[in-house]
């Protein structure tokens, strides 16, 4: 970032209290960067940092005592900041797509204020026991990484007790994946895809958002519960192959399924129409 683009950001930071350094490819804050900031603006609400090559975060951002949102998602960041425990009005703390491998409990406990924290597309293995004594946490975990589906070796994953509304469709390329604990978070759906994991023994979704449907199939069971959504993953297949049928064709009463493909009899032209992609291939009935 170029002294230039620093100081329009600065000067937008005068009235909206806003300063965004992201995407920057910082692999360090300039020199001197929390008093430059007070100089434009002493009371800086909301600071973004993400999408840098940051390794660390200096002290002196403790000097924003007034600063509420701290985002710091997809840089180099291997532990947890210590400078966040010296921000007492700390409400939002964002570093997902990091590489923090273990968090501090002490510093943890100190952010008494906070009432958002992601953590996701990090290397964690647990969390620590402090993260129950924040009074105020309303959101740990949003999100998991698309990624996900390319660990061929996980056999467990426990995502419990979070704030997740989704999950990637490549979970349903978990090979060896047995037990999945998703339950107490806000989902809405599951991904179709799910339905194809042939190793899952426990796949807890219990007390999330998920309407009447899901509700009842898992209820019934876990072999119900993947055919429930095998057959959502068909009908969505189904779908799509609708939605790409070339506009204005007219297309008779017979149907049929083969190989993957939707096969319409079209009498007009006495010509089948295939559909299983993004162009319609016709084909004489003498030459099916």
């Known amino acids: 970032m170029t002294p230039e683009v620093l100081e329009e950001r600065l000067a937008e930071a005068r009235q909206s209290y806003k300063l965004n350094v992201g995407y920057a490819g910082l692999a360090q804050l300039p020199s ?14 909301e600071l973004e940092l993400s999408s840098n090559n940051l390794t660390a975060v200096p002290d002196e951002l403790s000097e924003f005592a007034h600063l509420r949102t701290l985002r710091l998602k997809y840089n180099q960041l291997r532990k947890l900041p210590p400078v966040v425990a010296q921000l007492p009005a700390l409400t939002v703390l964002e570093l997902a797509g990091n590489q923090i491998g273990k968090l501090d409990p002490g510093i943890i406990s100190a952010m008494v204020c906070l009432r958002e924290l992601d953590l996701s597309g990090n290397q964690l293995l647990e969390l620590p026991a402090a993260i129950c004594r924040l009074p105020k946490l309303e959101a740990l975990l949003e999100s998991l990484p698309e990624e996900i589906g390319e660990l061929p070796a996980l056999v467990r994953l426990n995502v419990s007790t979070n704030a997740l509304r989704t999950l990637p469709t490549s979970m349903g390329r978990l090979r060896k994946i047995q037990r999945i604990d998703a339950a107490n978070n806000m989902l809405v759906r599951v991904p179709p895809s799910m339905g194809h994991l042939k190793t899952i023994k426990e796949l807890n979704l219990r007390y999330n958002n998920l309407d009447e449907r899901y509700k009842s199939k898992i209820e019934e069971g876990l072999s119900r519960l993947l055919s429930f959504l095998r057959e959502e993953a068909e009908r969505e297949r189904l779908e799509e192959i609708e939605r790409l049928k070339p506009i204005g064709t007219q297309l008779g009463p017979y149907t049929a399924y083969r190989h993957g493909h939707v096969t319409v009899y079209d009498p007009e032209h006495h010509q089948l129409v295939v559909f299983g992609g993004r162009t319609a291939e016709r084909k004489r009935l003498d030459d099916v």
């Open 32 to 45: 001197g960067f929390a008093e430059l900031v007070k100089k434009h603006n002493p009371h800086i609400l």
